[in-house]
């Protein structure tokens, strides 16, 4: 980019958004639109929802701004998404966390503050093949070394997630339902990346954490991969086998979606996802989904919705095999 | 016996530290294995009370409750009031109306300033902030419900 | 050393391009205005041009948003001197000797030691980085759950041991504030504290916000206009400049804060802005003139000024060595990374030496590009005290106004502010100090957070903080302190707080 484009663009983008719009411009959007992010910099709802928001600007015509609104696994910014006014201008950027929010809420007798069915998906971003992760110090060599540990002295193994119920907890909690333990140590963090720095310094031994936050930990040899909870073989890491391989029927993918709040014009939901649609298709996205290291995932509209559904109750499972934890 | 700053203080603190307890009643405390969501309000609550109680206990020695100078209450509760009403009116007026009405009626109100300097002034100011906040580094300003 | 040399002369080869150059100091002026204005941090700055960097190859990507992030720790101080209205929370401390100084007619000489300070720390940080990267960032990895509780507990007793007021004021002030940080949802349960059925609240209260209005606006309603004294706020062009006694007493808090800041600043975590209080404490420690600090101390600006931006230096250790984040700046600097198709971590300076020794490079250039940024500046920067005090301070509620609410972009900010304001003017009246109860917030999430992981690990055994070599190490430089404490209560020797109470009665009498 030419330095003076630069300027005068960063100008010009602000001047067109402060302009004020007159009753004729009805057209939808007509002023930045919002993306609120749930999860924290860094994390993989950040560094895909950034290049969604600078493509989706190129489609839109208007600024869209990423604002992040991370705490309490995700449970903040969801909070935030569906108190905005449902005009089309706020869309939420969160995970697989987002149905089960509701689930905790009934697990303690509260009222939810809000559920799945106040949302409404858009498309679903990227979906990324958890990995059963331990630090290399560990003993463990082998999913089966892990499972046979885990199953004589379950009350050993500390491992760490990105907070409690949510995404890089409840891989976890599947994985112990099936192989039939409830008694490993549960150590939430502030998010995935300080869940991550947790089992690198081997204050954590074990975690469940997307392949595309760990690879590079994995072939510097600090942490061991010992299985995949994706339904084939990672491409980056063909060595590591699936849980499915070795009779453990357990999938999860840690992928990110687009909401916006019930309530939502049907006009502008249809503007939306056939824009998103349309900026998943640029190199602007594209390229920087490659780069970060994710294997493509975008789901249009409906395909989404579907998969939505079933993921929900697998979320829902997952929340009510942990169950009630104490404190 | 004198009531002493610091028996107001103290007092006032354990008081707050008592209304704390009150309203964390229904946050567990948890194990010591596992800690739970209460145990470090009531855990900093309680340090809080020991701490006003000290001061309290102390307090002989602070001075007397009545030889602190509140002369400059009548600014400080002008300001307050003014800015509070700025914060009401923010997320309707926008950032332009909000902000100049808020320096135009400080300097006129406290400051018993001429109104058409204050105008100019404030007027001014508001233009430069929206230029440097708004313009300059896009931050997004609150707009209101006339789009300005 | 010879490979570092080959590697440096690499990476100046890159930094020296005029497009490098230019994107350096592209990032530099946005940094140093994003810092100066309060509400706007590196954060916001680096959010904000993110996307525009997308076109960009990865040298130039990085080297600007790292330019916005030590940018905005030079021009922090700015705000914090002249209007004691603190950006964010590593520069409360400048706010208290700063302003002071400001209010003395010195505006001038602190911002240029802020800014030399600064200079000279961020020099220092990347001397390290350059040298010693690798084995320092293995070693904060060691810090756990065990030892940040420890260090946490440090910081606090560190705080108290030196602080203006009593210890018992100070431990008063600071578990107020640990209270204050229970406030919102618990990250470790889900349970919403302290809600009052405000959404808002979910994210505890902010930083900003109490900073803010417990120095800003709590400074501004207990300060009328007629008793403002015109002349002396208003510098002389020719007293811009420190005096030759000013350079003398800010060398050493300089060099003291650059190491303190440093270390630091490579653990993993957020704790880094606690830099700025240590060396506030430290400097007041070896003082020989300990009953200047809060009334315009030059070593009280010079040496958090300066911890505060070798921390921030350090914060890249782990960054690129690991490719872990040590706070969220960090973290946002390698998702630009990514995005830019580099992975950073262990591999990245075999991978990438261009970019690695590239970034390096241009930290040095962009320091001295700093430096030229902000002196002239200063100059400018002190006639914003020359506008009478009736129009200044509106202008300071404005700012205050803006700079909070655009933090977050929630009304209920500047509420919070408000009634910090309220709360900072009466604590003032009963003698309590401000500083201890923003500490005590800053770190409350952390603490409670490493206290309960600690415990969970240890499957509820206190022991384990004994067991952890650098955790028991850092408890019993706590233990030691407060036996000094004790010792010099019942030797009933006169510290030098004894000897302040004296200076305040004689000043009082005068």
């Known amino acids: ?327 | 016996m004198t009531i002493r700053a610091d028996h107001v203080a103290g007092g006032a603190l354990i008081a707050f530290g008592v209304l704390v307890f009150a309203i964390s009643a229904d946050l567990p405390f948890g194990t010591v294995s596992a800690p739970g969501a209460g145990m470090m309000p009531k855990l900093t609550a309680g340090l809080m009370m020991l701490f006003a109680a000290i001061i309290f206990i102390t307090g002989k020695q602070s001075a007397p409750a009545s030889s602190i100078d509140w002369s400059d209450r009548g600014h400080a509760l002008l300001l307050v009031v003014i800015t509070a009403i700025a914060t009401v009116i923010y997320t309707t007026l926008g950032f332009i109306i909000t902000m100049t009405l808020l320096v135009f009626s400080l300097l006129v109100v406290v400051e018993r300033k001429k109104i058409l300097p204050a105008a100019t002034y404030a007027v001014g100011l508001t233009l430069f902030a929206y230029w440097l906040f708004g313009m300059a580094l896009k931050a997004p300003l609150e707009r209101g419900l006339l789009w300005f | 050393m010879e490979t570092i040399l080959n590697s440096l002369a690499l990476g100046f080869s890159v930094a020296l391009r005029p497009d490098i150059l230019w994107f350096a100091f592209i990032g530099c002026l946005v940094g140093t205005l994003v810092g100066m204005l309060p509400g706007i941090g590196p954060l916001a700055g680096i959010s904000i041009l993110l996307p525009l960097t997308f076109g960009l190859d990865a040298t130039k990507a990085i080297v600007m948003l790292a330019g916005i992030y030590y940018g905005s720790q030079y021009g922090g101080s700015t705000t914090s001197i002249l209007m004691r209205i603190p950006g964010e929370a590593s520069s409360v401390m400048t706010c208290i000797d700063g302003h002071a100084m400001a209010k003395k007619g010195r505006a001038g000489a602190a911002l240029c030691i802020a800014a030399v300070g600064s200079f000279v720390a961020g020099t220092f940080g990347i001397v390290m980085l350059t040298l010693i990267a690798p084995p320092l960032a293995t070693f904060a990895l060691r810090f756990g759950p065990p030892e940040y509780t420890a260090l946490l507990v440090l910081g606090l007793i560190f705080l108290a041991y030196m602080s203006t007021t009593s210890l018992i004021r100070t431990l008063l002030m600071a578990a107020i504030g640990l209270l204050l940080g229970t406030i919102g949802i618990d990250v470790m349960t889900g349970h919403f504290r302290f809600s009052f059925g405000i959404a808002e609240l979910g994210d505890g209260i902010g930083i900003v916000p109490v900073a803010v209005g417990l120095f800003g606006l709590g400074e501004l309603l207990a300060t009328p206009s007629r008793q403002v004294a015109a002349d002396i706020m208003r510098p002389k062009l020719r007293e811009l400049l420190p005096t030759r006694e000013e350079w003398r007493q800010s060398t050493a808090p300089i060099a003291r804060g650059s190491v303190l800041g440093f270390m630091i600043g490579i653990i993993p975590g957020s704790a880094h802005i606690i830099a700025s209080f240590m060396s506030y404490a430290v400097e007041r420690k070896v003082s020989k003139t300990p009953e200047e600090f809060g009334k315009g101390a030059v070593a009280g600006v010079a040496g958090p000024e300066s911890a505060n931006n070798s921390a921030s230096t350090g914060a890249f250790v782990p960054m690129l060595a690991l490719g872990i984040p040590t706070g969220p700046v960090t973290a946002v600097l390698i998702a630009a990374l990514l995005i830019h198709g580099v992975p950073p971590g262990p591999t990245l300076v075999n991978d990438h030496p261009n970019v690695f020794w590239g970034f390096v490079a241009s930290m040095y250039v962009g320091n001295l590009m700093l430096l030229l940024l902000n002196l002239p500046l200063v100059g400018l920067f002190v006639n914003l005290l020359r506008i009478p005090y009736a129009y200044l301070y509106p202008l300071i509620i404005m700012f205050c106004v803006i700079g909070v609410y655009e933090v977050n972009h929630s009304i209920v900010d500047v509420w919070i502010m408000l009634i910090m304001g309220v709360v900072g003017y009466c604590i003032k009246k009963f003698g309590f100090d401000p500083a201890p109860l923003v500490l005590g917030l800053v770190i409350a999430p952390i603490f409670e957070m490493s206290l309960r992981q600690s415990l969970i690990m240890s499957d509820g055994t206190w022991l384990i903080f004994l067991q952890r070599p650098i955790a028991a190490i850092l408890l019993a430089i706590c233990l030691l302190m407060l036996a000094l404490a004790v010792m010099s209560y019942l030797s009933q020797r006169r510290d030098w707080r004894a000897k302040l109470a004296e200076a305040e009665a004689a000043s009082e009498k005068n």
């Open chain 1, 1 to 327: 980019m030419d330095r003076r484009q630069f300027v005068i663009g960063t100008a010009a983008a602000t001047a067109a958004a402060a302009l004020p719009h007159a009753a004729s411009a009805q057209a939808f959007p007509s002023r930045t639109v919002t993306i609120v992010n749930a999860f924290p910099p860094g994390g993989a709802n950040d560094l895909v929802t950034r290049p969604m928001a600078a493509a989706l600007e190129t489609v839109l015509k208007q600024p869209v701004v990423v604002d992040t609104k991370a705490g309490a696994a995700g449970a903040v910014g969801a909070q935030v998404a569906v108190s905005a006014k449902p005009d089309g201008y706020t869309l939420l950027s969160h995970n697989n966390g987002l149905a089960g929010y509701a689930e905790v809420d009934k697990l303690f007798g509260r009222t939810p503050k809000f559920t799945r069915a106040d949302f409404i998906p858009l498309a679903r971003l990227s979906a990324d093949p958890v990995l059963l992760l331990v630090n290399a110090q560990q003993p463990y060599k082998t999913l089966e070394e892990f499972v046979a540990a885990a199953k004589k002295e379950p009350e050993k193994i500390v491992y760490s997630s990105g907070g409690l119920y949510g995404a890089s907890h409840l891989p976890m909690a599947m994985l112990e339902k099936a192989i039939g333990v409830s008694k490993m140590r549960h150590l939430p963090t502030a998010g995935g990346g300080p869940a991550i720095t947790a089992m690198l310094g081997n204050n954590a031994a074990a975690s469940t954490q997307s392949v595309q936050a760990t690879l590079q930990h994995v072939k510097a040899g600090k942490l061991r991969a010992l299985a995949s909870f994706g339904a084939q073989r990672s491409k980056s890491l063909p060595d590591v086998p699936t849980l499915k391989e070795r009779g453990i029927d357990v999938t999860y993918h840690l992928w990110v979606g687009l909401f916006v709040p019930k309530g939502t014009p049907a006009p502008a939901v249809s503007t939306l996802s056939g824009a998103i649609a349309k900026a998943a298709q640029t190199p602007l996205f594209s390229d920087a989904i490659a780069k970060i290291g994710l294997e493509p995932g975008f789901l249009p509209v409906a395909d989404f919705t579907k998969f939505w559904d079933e993921d929900s109750k697998r979320s829902a499972d997952a929340v009510i095999s942990i169950g009630r934890v104490q404190g």
